[in-house]
């Protein structure tokens, strides 16, 4: 399978690849030289970078911000977020990362991004994003075609 950097993946292609289940927002990419650290490996702060590219990419298509810094769009904070570590990457390997919402109340959601090579999972990123108006001012809330798309694509649930 030739597998296409930059691009969404379709679920076809995430199943091919051994990603059970497929998420909503899956793309690919490879390990750069300049991502390894002393040990020869990726380093720990990439996986980061990997999560937040996604994760910027996921809140665009789904429309909750483009990012223009018109005044329009919400601020979004990470409130909290784990990131576990399973088997290290090394360079040249192809990786998948996913992005799905899990769950959501009226101004924060849950994420949950995977880290896939070779089939095999690398890494999990679970985080609580906070929509916040644009100046920082207080909470803004989730656009109702925002939570339906949660919801129908995502498959995620209404929190209390």
């Known amino acids: 399978m030739t597998l296409i950097y930059h691009t969404p993946l379709?679920?076809?292609?995430?199943?091919?690849?051994?990603?059970d289940p497929p998420a909503p927002l899956a793309m690919a990419d490879q390990v750069?030289?300049?991502e390894?650290?002393?040990l020869n490996h990726v380093n720990n702060a990439v996986y980061m970078?990997?999560?937040?590219?996604?994760?910027?990419?996921?809140?665009q298509d789904w429309g909750?911000?483009?990012?223009?810094?018109?005044?329009?769009?919400?601020?979004?904070?990470?409130?909290?977020g784990e990131i576990h570590y399973r088997q290290e990457m090394r360079m040249d390997e192809d990786y998948v990362v996913t992005c799905a919402c899990?769950?959501?109340?009226?101004?924060?959601?849950?994420?949950?991004?995977?880290?896939w090579s070779g089939g095999t999972l690398r890494a999990t990123f679970e985080c609580v994003l906070?929509?916040?108006?644009?100046?920082?001012?207080?909470?803004?809330?989730?656009?109702q075609d925002v939570r339906?798309?949660?919801?129908?694509?995502?498959g995620a649930t209404l929190m209390s």
């Open 49 to 59: 970078h990997w999560f937040e590219r996604l994760r910027i990419r996921y809140t």
């Open 64 to 80: 909750i911000s483009r990012y223009m810094g018109t005044g329009k769009d919400p601020r979004i904070v990470i409130r909290s």
């Open 36 to 38: 390894l650290d002393v």
């Open 10 to 19: 379709s679920p076809q292609t995430q199943s091919g690849l051994g990603i």
């Open 148 to 154: 339906n798309r949660f919801m129908e694509i995502d």
């Open 102 to 115: 899990t769950a959501f109340r009226t101004t924060s959601f849950s994420l949950s991004q995977r880290l």
């Open 130 to 143: 906070v929509l916040l108006q644009s100046d920082g001012s207080g909470r803004f809330p989730i656009p």
């Open 32 to 34: 750069r030289f300049s």
